[in-house]
């Protein structure tokens, strides 16, 4: 999550989704409970970003996916989500992907509607995936 205090990685228990049958993973969540503001941002990936290689075999890694994060932390989730795809594809630099890359950027903003006043919701979601 990515905030005016700056980024904060959530990493909870659990299984990775359709690894296993739906009842055992379900035993296996660790659900949590989070306080967002305003122009809060989440970026949820999946393990083919983090772990993108190049032809070296190196991997991307969480320094480079929060350094790219860092440096497009202003941009709204589109973009936040397109600069990320692009980072990992720079990295690889023609490399055939090892995994399959998901991304998910989702922003909240304020409501201040007469009925729901001070309310969020989320103002604009990105998604992005490549098999």
């Known amino acids: 999550m990515y905030s005016a205090a700056g980024l904060r990685t959530l990493a909870p228990r659990g299984l990775a989704l359709g690894v296993v049958a739906s009842t055992t993973f379900l035993g296996h ?15 949820l990936y999946s393990d083919g970003v983090s772990e993108a290689m190049n032809e070296q075999r190196e991997l991307y890694d969480d320094e480079r996916l929060i350094a790219t994060i860092d440096a497009a932390a202003d941009a ?15 990295f690889r630099d023609g490399a ?3 995994d399959d890359v998901s991304i998910v950027v989702i922003r909240a903003e304020a409501v201040t509607t007469d009925d729901r006043a001070d309310e969020l919701e989320p103002a604009s979601i990105a998604v992005a995936a490549e098999a």
Request: aromatic share 6%; net charge negative; proline share 9%.
């Open 76 to 90: 709204g989730p589109d973009d936040l989500c397109a600069a990320i795809v692009e980072s990992v594809d720079r």
């Open 96 to 98: 055939e992907p090892n």
């Open 29 to 43: 969540l660790e659900e949590r409970s989070l306080r967002f503001a305003p122009g809060d941002t989440f970026i």
